[in-house]
């Protein structure tokens, strides 16, 4: 059985989130999602969906385009192996996107 790919960016933004405060362990477990907008309409430009904060420090930001949601890391804040944005192009995405924010997390100085 085939399912629907889940390809709407403000849907794969909400997946995101979900995921990121949903997780209880690791670095995670100090994430939370701050500043986000109820009322989002993602745009060709993108629009800001939501901050992303590790320990009370934001760490990045999501920002929504109509087919795609993309992490971007705050300067300085990020010790990943890729400091480069997360482009999170359908659901299934999601899952790689927040194992990549989880090491990065992981390797950030305190």
Same mark, same amino acid.
């Given at each position: 059985?085939?399912?629907?790919?889940i &390809? !709407?960016?403000?849907?794969?933004?909400? +997946? +995101? /989130? /979900?995921?990121?405060? =949903? +997780? #209880? &362990? =690791?670095?995670? %477990?100090?994430? /939370?999602?701050?500043?986000?907008? *109820? #009322?989002? &309409?993602? &745009?060709? #430009? =993108?629009?800001?969906?939501?901050?992303?904060?590790?320990?009370?420090?934001?760490?990045?930001?999501?920002?929504?385009? *109509?087919?795609?949601?993309?992490?971007?890391?705050?300067?300085?804040?990020?010790? =990943? %192996? !890729? $400091?480069?944005?997360?482009?999170? /192009? $359908?659901?299934? %995405?999601?899952?790689?996107?927040?194992?990549?924010?989880?090491n990065?997390? %992981?390797?950030?100085?305190?």
């Amino acid at each position: 059985m085939v399912e629907d790919r889940i &390809t !709407d960016g403000k849907r794969i933004a909400e +997946l +995101l /989130s /979900s995921e990121l405060e =949903g +997780l #209880e &362990t =690791g670095p995670l %477990a100090a994430v /939370s999602v701050v500043d986000a907008d *109820p #009322e989002l &309409t993602p &745009t060709p #430009e =993108g629009a800001p969906a939501y901050r992303v904060s590790h320990r009370d420090r934001v760490v990045g930001r999501v920002v929504c385009y *109509p087919d795609r949601a993309v992490f971007e890391p705050t300067a300085g804040d990020w010790l =990943g %192996a !890729d $400091d480069e944005r997360l482009v999170v /192009s $359908d659901g299934v %995405a999601v899952k790689r996107a927040v194992d990549a924010i989880r090491n990065g997390l %992981a390797g950030r100085s305190e």
